[in-house]
């Protein structure tokens, strides 16, 4: 079974740090890793989608890697501002081919001014 | 942004009623599913669809059924409401299998008295 962790369950930074977030997962058999974001009462925001054959995605101040055989990805997100402030969630498809997305818990992310 | 809509958007029911959210999309994808989300627990998936009239459970489906007689729409149905199944419900579409990204709804808040 899939299990997949996020750490820290918390973060708190100053404004203009860079800052790494980390998400693990048990089964390296994937075909896609995802990275959202959720703000406080509203839905998921798609940032980065990895597909299993690459290392790493970049969007603007973002940078998603993937390691499939230690299980292991991380979002990195560059100067950091108020605006960043949110929830980050991985996901990883169920394994296999069963296409199910299967979420850690997340990482709540609060950049200070 | 993606076409994927949920009605209701908030709904108060009572315990022992039956209840039925819908997911619609407009992006003609083959994969839709339903989650839940609670404080402590992330996200869980509840049951997923694979085609019309093709679905499978997740890990937290007892007490919900659903239903895809079309592509685009998807339906939540909670046979018999209970308090523990007062959350926040997210539907999301994909085609994993192709390497696009999953969409997320903004979400159907439950309450159930």
């Known amino acids: 079974k899939q299990e997949v962790t996020q750490i820290p369950a918390a973060l708190s930074v100053p404004e203009g740090e860079n800052l790494v977030l980390n998400c693990s997962f048990t089964d390296s058999a994937i075909y896609n890793l995802q990275w959202f974001r959720q703000d406080p009462g509203k839905g998921l925001t798609s940032l980065l989608l990895i597909q299993s054959s690459q290392r790493e995605q970049t969007s603007g101040r973002l940078n998603a890697s993937l390691d499939k055989s230690s299980g292991r990805s991380t979002l990195y997100i560059a100067a950091s501002q108020p605006g960043d402030s949110a929830t980050y969630l991985c996901a990883v498809d169920g394994g296999g081919a069963t296409n199910k997305l299967i979420f850690g818990t997340g990482t709540l992310l609060a950049v200070q001014p | 942004d993606a076409g994927i809509t949920q009605s209701p958007r908030h709904k108060v029911t009572e315990t022992g009623t039956p209840v039925t959210l819908r997911c619609h999309q407009t992006e003609n994808h083959r994969y839709m599913y339903w989650y839940r989300q609670d404080p402590g627990h992330g996200l869980r998936l509840i049951h997923y669809s694979y085609g019309v009239k093709d679905t499978d459970k997740g890990e937290v489906s007892d007490g919900y059924s659903v239903s895809r007689s079309k592509t685009e729409d998807f339906l939540l149905t909670l046979e018999s409401a209970t308090s523990s199944q007062t959350s926040v419900y997210f539907c999301?579409?994909?085609?994993?299998?192709?390497?696009?990204?999953?969409?997320f709804g903004q979400g159907t808040r439950l309450t159930v008295v």
């Open positions: 999301a579409i994909s085609e994993l299998s192709l390497g696009t990204e999953a969409f």
